[in-house]
Nanobody, 121 residues
Framework: QVQLVESGGGLVQPGGSLRLSCAASGSGFSINVMGWYRQAPGKRRELVAT???????NYADSVKGRFTISRDNAKNTVYLQMNSTKPEDTAVYYCYAEAYLYIFGYSRAYWGQGTQVTVSS
């Protein structure tokens, strides 16, 4: 199975930067898509950004031009560089991975435990 461990959340002032990391561990899998979702209080979980193993990325309109997703395939790690942050970016950020499990012959989704990001002065 796959375990996802996030790090890098915290408090940042508006306009500041923060970098999130998420490492996948385990054995017997390969990961196609990795990404980040977020959930603010009282709101539904929403896509932030995703990236494939080939490097194709996708962003929510609300973060385009401010956030950058990247990935180290050798380390099964995905990063989210958050620049020009806004108070509305405040949320719990969840790491996501779509992993192909060799022993079962199918893919399934995995989620991290979430890391809090607060943008406030």
């Amino acid at each position: 199975q796959v375990q996802l461990v996030e790090s890098g959340g915290g408090l940042v002032q508006p306009g500041g930067s923060l970098r999130l990391s998420c490492a996948a561990s385990g054995s017997g899998f390969s990961i196609n898509v990795m990404g980040w979702y977020r959930q603010a209080p009282g709101k539904r979980r929403e896509l932030v950004a995703t990236i494939t193993s080939g490097g194709s990325s996708n962003y929510a309109d609300s973060v385009k031009g401010r956030f950058t997703i990247s990935r180290d395939n050798a380390k099964n790690t995905v990063y989210l560089q958050m620049n020009s942050t806004k108070p509305e970016d405040t949320a719990v950020y969840y790491c996501y991975a779509e992993a192909y499990l060799y022993i079962f012959g199918y893919s399934r989704a995995y989620w991290g435990q979430g890391t809090q990001v607060t943008v406030s002065s």
